[in-house]
Nanobody, 114 residues
Framework: QVQLVESGGGLVQPGGSLRLSCVLS????????MDWYRQAPGKQREFVAR???????TYRDSVKGRFTISRDNAKNTGYLQMNSLKPEDTAVYYC????????WGQGTLVTVSS
């Protein structure tokens, strides 16, 4: 059974940093593209970043230069390093493999507030 578990969320002041982790069990991360999405209160879920099995990366415009997606296949874990956080980054962050109909984690809450 494929399972994704996110961690690393929390409360941070504007300008601060967090690193989210997403651990995959039940499969091998190296064969998948991993995506991070987020959903802010009252808004639809939106794409944040992608890393392919070949380690190519893609970001939504609003996080370019601030967020970095990476993966450690040996640990079956993906990461999202978030720097220079803004209040508008507040959301529940989800990792995903296999596309919208694939597997999702339970989400981790990131709150950016002073």
């Amino acid at each position: 059974q494929v399972q994704l578990v996110e961690s690393g969320g929390g409360l941070v002041q504007p300008g601060g940093s967090l690193r989210l982790s997403c651990v995959l069990s039940g499969s091998i991360l190296s064969i998948y593209t991993m995506d991070w999405y987020r959903q802010a209160p009252g808004k639809q879920r939106e794409f944040v970043a992608r890393i392919t099995s070949g380690t190519s990366t893609t970001y939504r415009d609003s996080v370019k230069g601030r967020f970095t997606i990476s993966r450690d296949n040996a640990k079956n874990t993906g990461y999202l390093q978030m720097n220079s956080l803004k209040p508008e980054d507040t959301a529940v962050y989800y990792c995903n493999i296999g596309g919208p109909d694939g597997s999702w984690g339970q989400g981790t809450l990131v709150t950016v507030s002073s």
